[in-house]
């Protein structure tokens, strides 16, 4: 009988990518023969992780006891990654050798654990430092440059985008080149909400994948799914959703390889055409859609979208009660305040519930109530600033987000200062402080969050910082200037190539520091192609246009002077037979029936006009004392009455 660790050896010698079963065959009956031969146990191990059996390798590992376990940590954190154990993958790396952890099997293991891990930061350190190496192997480069690609897409939908370079941000030529740098390009726009150039490199990606050689049809058809997939996504956010449709009925989602990516798939099919669908039926399609395995995990991204979408969907059916309490646990589970997200959309969506999906005073009545009980909840406090500004009256909103602003800067515990000076938060103060025309709060609010983010450069937010100094070189203080200059060194530091902080730089120091605005002058456009085709006597002539404004800039609301109220006269109501320069009656006040032209109709109304006019008969009046002396009255004598008595009736 042959020796089975000869025939394992000879096997592996002639062993190609598609001979893992026979090579799994040949290192059992090498471990049923000696259970200590190292070699076969790691062999079994290697072919089971290349079958994708990663639980049993991992038992494969556990039995061949600590020897195994300590010359297979590299097969073991690989097992444990696939297999969604990312903790234990990470303990299971730094157990491992100096010496094992500097190689580069490591170094490329340890970053995408990293990565799954949604260490995005870490991740991407790792493999600037792999590709600035040049001890790779052939094609490596190529991977790493994809995976790079990824990982800047995901910094980009977590909002950290600040850390990475300008020209890491924008896509270039380079990645069209093939249809994975393509695809990861466009997620890259897609995170930075730049639809229509997405659109545009995942149509080159479909092309690319399509056109591949190295591909056999089943992998083309496993590569193109997800990107047609990313394609209706991004059709849809652009407004050609019966074009998304029609992409969506050519994907089959049972064809989808990855769990995640299907569900994803199944809940934007979902989502369009929401608006007149049954929302029960569309609550049994999203739960259907988006149920998971332990082992098939979402990004945290794309899980609180899938969430959110659940949540509002719980609206639609009235589960109020429901949604209140489990949103109000989680809520009160996580430390507030924080800038969070995921955090401030629980917010909106418990004060929704709240409130029964009212709006308006009916709203406000039922939530301000909920503010006194959670005043550290940004999302309700923006939620009712919100309503506020619906209701078009900013004041209290203002009112209210001072209030908490001040309440977080009094504050003495670490990370305060980062909400108070969230991009976020800082854009509603100036939106509000701009409804009421307060320039100067305004001013005052950038250049405080210019100053905190300018103290963290590693995580300091770009566009907030670009925001604030362009405001501040408006002033005319020099204070405000200055801090303007240092605001655009902060961001010409971390980037030459950004046009907007370069000219914020020349326009701070161009009258005080001409040694530091020396080296950028040659960057920036000349004046005379900026004013090339502008005819400057034409706008003398034609004037400097303004724009009318609804308030004074001098004062503010609460300074002026109430105006007062116009009295409205009315206008003068003449009769109908009126005619100009005829004397009016003298008896027009009368009534009718006393003026002098009055006549009766009918007997009756002229016999009742004689009696009490001219001509009339005359009425007998007499005169009658009273008794005691007090003196006497006119009365009028009964008509018809004659003296003497009257004759009784005689009896018949």
Same mark, same amino acid.
């Given at each position: 009988m042959a020796n089975p660790a000869a025939t394992l050896t000879s096997l592996l010698r002639a062993s190609t990518i598609q001979d893992h079963d026979e090579v799994l065959k040949a290192a059992n009956a090498a471990i049923k023969a000696s259970k200590r031969d190292t070699n076969a146990q790691r062999t079994?191990?290697?072919?089971?992780?290349?079958?994708? #059996?990663? &639980?049993?390798?991992?038992r494969a590992v556990a039995e061949g006891g600590d020897s195994l376990e300590k010359e297979c940590l590299f097969e073991k954190s690989y097992a444990l990654y696939k297999s969604g154990q990312l903790e234990d993958a990470e303990k299971a790396l730094d157990a491992a050798s100096s010496s094992s952890k500097s190689s580069r099997a490591f170094r490329h293991l340890a970053a995408q654990v990293a990565y799954r891990a949604e260490k995005f930061s870490d991740a991407a350190n790792a493999y600037h430092h792999l590709l600035q190496e040049q001890s790779g192997l052939p094609g490596e480069e190529s991977d790493l440059k994809i995976n790079l690609l990824a990982t800047n897409a995901q910094l980009e939908w977590n909002g950290l985008g600040n850390l990475l370079e300008e020209q890491e941000r924008q896509p270039s030529r380079d990645h069209l080149e093939a249809f994975e740098t393509a695809y990861n390009a466009a997620c890259t726009?897609?995170? #930075?909400? &730049?639809?229509?150039r997405a659109s545009v490199f995942l149509k080159r990606a479909q092309d690319l994948c399509e056109a591949s050689e190295d591909l056999s049809a089943e992998e083309k058809k496993g590569e193109l799914l997800p990107i047609m997939v990313q394609h209706a996504y991004v059709l849809t956010r652009l407004g050609r959703e019966a074009e998304a449709v029609a992409l969506y009925k050519s994907i089959v989602a049972y064809e989808i390889p990855e769990a995640p990516t299907r569900a994803v798939a199944q809940n934007n099919q979902v989502a369009i055409g929401v608006a007149g669908r049954n929302p029960y039926l569309t609550h049994r399609l999203l739960e259907k859609a988006t149920d998971l395995s332990k082992s098939d995990r979402l990004f945290e991204y794309q899980a609180s979208v899938l969430k959110r979408n659940k949540y509002a969907i719980a609206l639609q059916i009235q589960k109020f009660d429901g949604l209140?309490?489990?949103t109000s646990k989680l809520i009160l589970q996580n430390p507030s305040p924080t800038a969070s997200v995921?955090?401030?959309?629980l917010g909106v969506i418990n004060a929704a519930a709240h409130t029964r999906l009212q709006t308006g005073t009916k709203a406000l009545k039922g939530i301000l109530p909920l503010l006194e009980k959670r005043p550290t909840d940004i999302g309700l406090l923006l939620t009712i600033i919100q309503l506020y500004v619906q209701l078009n009256n900013p004041g209290p909103a203002l009112s209210l987000l001072d209030t908490f602003l001040k309440r977080l800067e009094t504050a003495s515990v670490p990370g305060y200062e980062d909400v108070r000076y969230a991009p976020g938060l800082v854009a509603v103060a100036v939106a509000l402080y701009r409804l009421q025309g307060r320039q100067n709060s305004i001013r005052a609010e950038l250049a405080k969050a210019s100053t905190h983010w300018r103290s963290k450069s590693k995580e300091s937010?770009?566009?907030?910082?670009?925001e604030a100094g362009v405001e501040l070189l408006r002033s005319s203080n020099r204070e405000d200037i200055a801090s303007a200059g240092e605001t655009f060194e902060t961001l010409v530091a971390k980037s030459e190539q950004d046009p907007i902080a370069v000219a914020g730089l020349v326009a701070s120091f161009a009258n005080d520091d001409y040694s530091k605005i020396e080296p950028y002058l040659q960057s920036l456009t000349p004046v005379e192609k900026l004013t090339a085709g502008t005819n400057v006597h034409e706008l003398i002539n034609a004037g400097v246009a303004s724009v009318p404004t609804s308030r004074s800039v001098g004062k503010r609301p609460a300074e002026r002077e109430p105006e007062k109220a116009v009295k409205r006269r009315r206008k003068a109501r003449l009769p109908k037979n009126y005619e100009e320069g005829k004397q009016p009656d003298p008896e027009r006040w009368l009534p009718l029936r006393?003026?002098?032209?009055?006549?009766?109709?009918?007997?009756?109304?002229r016999k009742r006009a004689q009696e009490i006019t001219q001509g009339g008969v005359v009425r007998e009046e007499e005169t009658l004392e009273l008794v005691g002396g007090a003196g006497a009255v006119k009365v009028e004598k009964a008509p018809g009455v004659q003296g003497g008595?009257?004759?009784k009736k005689g009896k018949k």
């Open positions: 079994r191990v290697v072919a089971l992780l290349k079958l994708d #059996r990663f &639980d049993d390798a991992l726009c897609i995170a #930075r909400g &730049d639809f229509s209140e309490s489990s995921e955090i401030a959309g937010s770009a566009s907030l910082l670009r006393d003026r002098s032209t009055y006549r009766p109709k009918g007997k009756k109304g008595k009257k004759k």
